[in-house]
């Protein structure tokens, strides 16, 4: 899959996005987006988690990543389309995509996981322009036929650890939550925002009410934390 754009329902800071891992993610979220709700889940996102080869060969350079506008360098995601840090991937993987993205310094690399204790693995060989994200639901223990990722509270346990890069937590898609409890978990993260968003397919997730979601946000306003909102978060709000 080569370099893509940033579009759609993902993060609009981000400019590009690449995989380099295919297979199907051990954490088996029901509502993961890769399953395409007309055709499926892609080939390449199927069976055995495995490196595809050919993505190595894709050059994150100037000539590559330079937008319509002009602007480079480029924000990039990097394995959005699967968690590069699960349990069942190989720590040399890890390293080699990691590897790959410190070809090309210039550019901000964005990792996010549901898994971050695997972090710790890689603080000595992390770009130095980077930003470490973790996607934290609900404060609640998720039933394992939506997830069988970390429990949220273990992720909370690593995430509050300092361990010098820049941080952010996504809350999508946003389940059931206790805000006294989530709120405190974000201001003990101290990340640098805070992204919420709902569930674009409607999985019949266990999802809060409004005034919830409502207080949140105000709450984490006045703590001078950052909120980006996705646009989907409106079905929830009214």
């Known amino acids: 899959m080569p370099l893509k754009k940033s579009k759609g329902n993902m993060y609009p800071w981000v400019t590009h996005t690449h995989t380099c891992l295919g297979g199907e993610c051990p954490h088996k979220c029901s509502y ?3 399953d395409d709700p ?3 889940r892609a080939a390449r996102y199927q ?4 490196l595809i080869e050919d993505e190595f060969k894709v050059r994150y350079d100037e000539k590559t990543l330079r937008r319509e506008d002009g602007k480079y360098p480029g924000i990039m995601f990097i394995e959005h389309r ?3 840090w699960a349990e069942n991937v190989p720590v040399e993987w890890i390293r080699r995509v990691v590897k790959h993205c410190n070809g090309w310094q210039e550019n901000e690399y964005i990792f996010q996981t549901k898994n971050p204790k695997r972090y710790k693995e890689a603080f000595w060989w ?3 322009r980077c930003m470490l994200g973790c996607t934290i639901e609900t404060n609640r223990n998720i039933p394992k036929e939506i997830s069988l990722a970390p429990q949220p509270e273990d992720r ?3 995430m509050r650890e300092p361990n010098g890069y820049r941080r952010f937590i996504t809350i999508e898609p946003i389940m059931d939550f206790d805000v006294a409890v989530l709120v405190n978990w974000i201001l ?3 990340p640098v925002f805070v992204n919420i968003g709902a569930d674009s397919k409607r999985h019949r997730l266990p999802e809060p009410p409004a005034e919830k979601i409502i207080a949140l946000i105000d709450l984490l306003d006045k703590a001078g934390i ?3 909102e996705k646009h989907n978060l409106g079905r929830l709000l009214t």
């Open 32 to 34: 993961c987006y890769v």
């Open 38 to 40: 007309r055709f499926g």
């Open 47 to 50: 069976g055995s988690l495995r």
């Open 82 to 84: 699967n968690d590069l």
């Open 126 to 128: 992390l770009p130095e």
């Open 156 to 158: 909370f346990a690593i």
């Open 188 to 190: 003990v993260i101290k």
């Open 226 to 228: 950052e909120i980006r």
